[in-house]
C-alpha cells in the first residue's frame, strides 16, 4: 500500500496489524475471535476508568451486537465536525474546541498505535469512481470493522498488480467519546490530500455509513454529481408493466420500506389506516401486489459516466449491503421475505439492538429495551445486498422520484402538519423546495432529536455533507433541470389527519402508481391542494376495483381535522419551510433556484412553481 508516512510509521509501531483481504476475515473477529461466542468490547481510559462500550455475541444467523448506553443505538445528527479549513458550513473542530484539530490527530494516531488493529481496503459499492479507502479499527471492536465491510465491501490485496493508494481512510478510537466529546458521538472529517475521517465513537450510522456518505459526496462537490439520499425499486406491476421509483427523504422517511410488499393482515387485507377518534378502520384487498427489484436501499450514486440524457435521471447503489431498520418489525409474520433472509440467511449477517444469546438465532422482532418495557426505535440489520431477491444490478433510469415525511396526526383539537394526503403530485421547481426543507418528521425512530419538526437539511443528506450548503443545492436543481421526464410525488408515512396508517401511504401509492404507468392525470382526477406547498390533491383513485376516498387525499375534508385545523397545519408546515429556505440565499445560489425560493416567499401557486420550471410533455 502507499500510504501518508505518519499513518505507515502507525501501522508499523502496532503490536499486531490484521490486514483482511475477505469479510469471513472480518466476520471471524466480529467477537474477538473465531473461537469466541461472546465478547465485550471494553477500554480502559487514562484515569483508570473501564467504559463497557457493547456486548457481542455469536449466533447462528451472525453476529448481534448491543451497546450498553442507549444512546448510542441511534444517531446523533448534530456529531459532525470539520477538521481542515477549507471550504464549509459545517461547524469547525477548531472553533468549537479552542484548538486546531492537528493535536487532536496526532493523540489519535498515538492511540492507534498502541492498540492491536485491523485493517482493510475497501471501494464504495465496488464503483470504479476514482474513490479507494483504507479503514483502521482496533482489532477488540471487530464487530464494528465487520459492519464496515458489509457495507462497503472488501477488497482483496493479496494478487493486485499495482500497490493500493487509499483516496479515504477511516481511523477508530472509540476512547475519545469518553475523553474529549463528553460521551456524546463524534465524527471528524479532515479534508487533506488523502480525505481523513475521524469515528470517535463505534455506532455505524455516523462513521462506517453516514461517513462515509460524507466522502462521496465531497468527491461528488468537486466533480458536480451527486449521491441522492435514496432508495430505488424497479416495480413490475400484474400487467408486466415495469416503472423506477426513487424515493428520497430524512432518516425514517421510508427508504427501505419502499423496497419492502405492504404488510397483510393474517386474512390477506391491507390496513389503510385506523381513526384515532373513532377508532374505524379502513381496508384494502389487492390480491396480488406488483413484483420489486430493489436498487438501492439508502444510497444512489448518480455519477455522470451513467447518465443517458433520455430526461431521466440514472443511478446505481453506493454500497455493498443495506443499514435496514426492523422496529415495525414487532412479531411473526409481520414481513414474511425480510424475517426469511435473516433468519437463514446465506452467510452471516451483523445485527444492532437485538435481543440474542449466544449460539441462539437473532430475531429481528426481539428489539433489546432501552428502559423497562421501552423498546429500543431503532433496532438494525446490515443486510448484503447479493442476498437479497430480485436485486437489480448496475444502472437504472428514474420514472417516479418521491419525497416522504414522517407525519404527526392532525385533529380539529390539535392542530399540526400532518395535513399530507395518500399522495400529491410536485411541479419540479416545487419538489426541489422539498429537498432543500427535507423534514425530519415525526417521531423519528433512527436519531436523536428534541424537537419533532427538524430538518434534515439540502437532500436530505445535509447532516452527512461536508461543504456548502448552496453547492448541494445548485447540484440538485441541475438534476431537476436536466431531467423533466420523471413524475414527482409527496408520500406521508404515519398519518395522514386523524388515520394513523405506517407505511401504508407509500405502499399504495407505489402500487397504484406502477399500474397507471406514464398515463396523465385528467383534469378532473386533481387540483391545487389547499396549501400550496402540497402541489396538486386527487379527488380519489380506484386501484383493483376498490375506491380510496377524496379526504384521504385532502385532509380539510376529514370531519375530524376540519379548514381550520388544515390551515393550521398549512401555517406551520409554510412557516418551517420559510426558516430552512432562507438559509440558501447567498450570492452563489443559481438564479433559478433564487427564483423558486422568491416565489415560495411571495406565496405563490402551484402554477406559479410550473412556469419556473415546466415538465415534458406527459409526465403528469
Known sequence: MILPPDVRKLLTDAPSVLCANRIEDLEALACGGRENR??????????????????????????????????????????????DDRPSDKPRYA????????????ETLDWLSRQDLAVFAFEPGHLSIGMTGLAICPANAGFFAFGLGLLQGVVNLENRDEPFQPTFIIFVAPTFRHTHFGGRQAVVHNRVDVHEMFSYNLYPGPSAKKGVYGALLSQGAREKWVTVHASCVLVRTPYDNMVTFMHEGASGSGKSEMLQQPHRLPDGRLLLGRNLVTGEERYLEIPRTCDLHPVCDDMGLCHPDFQENDGRLWLTDAEDAWFVRVDHITKYGTDHDLEQMTIAPARPLLFL??????????????????????????????????????????????????????????????????????????????????????????????????????????????????????????????????????????????????????????????????????????????????????????????????????WLFQVDQQPEVGTEAYDEGARILTEFFRRQVQKFLKNNLDELGRKIIDCFLANGTVEDYEKLLPVSDGVY
Open 353 to 550: 439492538s437485538i435481543d440474542a444469546v449466544p449460539n441462539g438465532t437473532a430475531l429481528i422482532w426481539d428489539h433489546v429495551e432501552d428502559a423497562p418495557g421501552v423498546p429500543c426505535p431503532n433496532p438494525r440489520v446490515i443486510l448484503p445486498r447479493d442476498i437479497v431477491p430480485g436485486v437489480v444490478e448496475g444502472r437504472v433510469p428514474v420514472d417516479i422520484r418521491s419525497f416522504g415525511v414522517r407525519t404527526p396526526p392532525c385533529t380539529a383539537a390539535a392542530p399540526s402538519y400532518g395535513i399530507i394526503g395518500l399522495f400529491h403530485i410536485l411541479p419540479p421547481a416545487l419538489a426541489w423546495l422539498w429537498r432543500l426543507a427535507s423534514p425530519r418528521g415525526y417521531h423519528n425512530p433512527s436519531v436523536v432529536q428534541a424537537e419533532q419538526m427538524g430538518s434534515e437539511g439540502v437532500g436530505s443528506y445535509w447532516p452527512f455533507a461536508t461543504g456548502l450548503r448552496v453547492e448541494q443545492a445548485n447540484l440538485l436543481l441541475e438534476q431537476f433541470v436536466r431531467n423533466r421526464r420523471m413524475r414527482h410525488v409527496l408520500v406521508p408515512n404515519q398519518h395522514i389527519g386523524v388515520w394513523r396508517t405506517g407505511f401504508m401511504p407509500q405502499w399504495v401509492a407505489r402500487d397504484y402508481l406502477a399500474r397507471r404507468g406514464h398515463a396523465k392525470f385528467q383534469s378532473d382526477q386533481c387540483r391545487p391542494a389547499r396549501c400550496p406547498l402540497l402541489g396538486y390533491a386527487l379527488q380519489s383513485i380506484r386501484i383493483e376495483g376498490t375506491t380510496i376516498p377524496g
Open 95 to 106: 472553533e468549537r474546541f479552542g484548538r486546531p484539530f492537528a493535536e487532536l490527530r496526532t
Open 38 to 83: 461472546e465478547w465485550q468490547v471494553k477500554y480502559t481510559l487514562p484515569d483508570g476508568k473501564e467504559v463497557h462500550e457493547a456486548t457481542v455475541v455469536r449466533v447462528k444467523n451472525g453476529i448481534a451486537v448491543n451497546y450498553t448506553d442507549p444512546y448510542m443505538r441511534r444517531r446523533d445528527p448534530d456529531c459532525m465536525w470539520i477538521g
